[in-house]
């Protein structure tokens, strides 16, 4: 098993696609890159922690290549967007590609620079080493499971083709 964290806005939803995929084993939310040691939800929102809201991702790479993996995660970003993804507004909400195994690093940049071929303006997606990660509270996990009306920038029909892409 291999293991990849990705930011891309709020991660109720990013979690739920994530986890929606043919070859993630284990989703998990939490915070990662910031300043403060065990932040807690409204440390991020309001004391400028430095946290990203992101996804760690258990996958099997027999079953899944991270290049593919990350190419159905820019399906639910804008990759262009600073600190924003849908009506989700901070540096929180930025978007980031963090790892933890550097053999990874270069198949990331690999991929955004395929990715920069389909955008004028430069991409905002941070790529770097994972610094650090905290879990998230037990009622974000899994959010929108347990809330499915609750908000996401991530609309049904991404959630649809994915499943609808993924039959056999």
């Not at 990203?52 to 995660?73: C, G, H």
């Not at 970003?77 to 270069?106: A, F, K």
Request: charged share 30%; hydrophobic share 30%.
């Amino acid at each position: 098993m291999k293991e990849i964290y990705l930011a891309g806005g709020c991660f109720w939803g990013t979690e739920k696609y994530l986890e929606l995929i043919n070859g993630v084993v284990k989703t998990e939310v939490g915070y990662a890159n910031g300043t403060t040691e065990n932040p807690s939800y409204e440390d991020v929102c309001r004391k400028n922690t430095g946290h990203a809201e992101t996804v760690k991702v258990i996958y099997n790479p027999e079953e899944i290549a991270l290049d593919d993996l990350l190419k159905l995660f820019y399906k639910i970003i804008d990759p262009v967007s600073l600190n924003r993804q849908g009506n989700d507004l901070g540096t929180q909400y930025r978007t980031g590609i963090y790892y933890v195994d550097e053999v990874d690093n270069d198949i990331i940049k690999e991929s955004l620079n395929e990715l920069q071929n389909d955008y004028v303006e430069p991409l905002a997606v941070e790529v770097m080493e994972l610094q650090n990660y905290y879990v998230a509270e037990e009622y974000h996990q899994k959010y929108l499971d347990k809330n499915p009306d609750g908000y996401c920038h991530i609309g049904q029909v991404e959630f649809d083709e994915l499943i609808e892409d993924q039959k056999i």
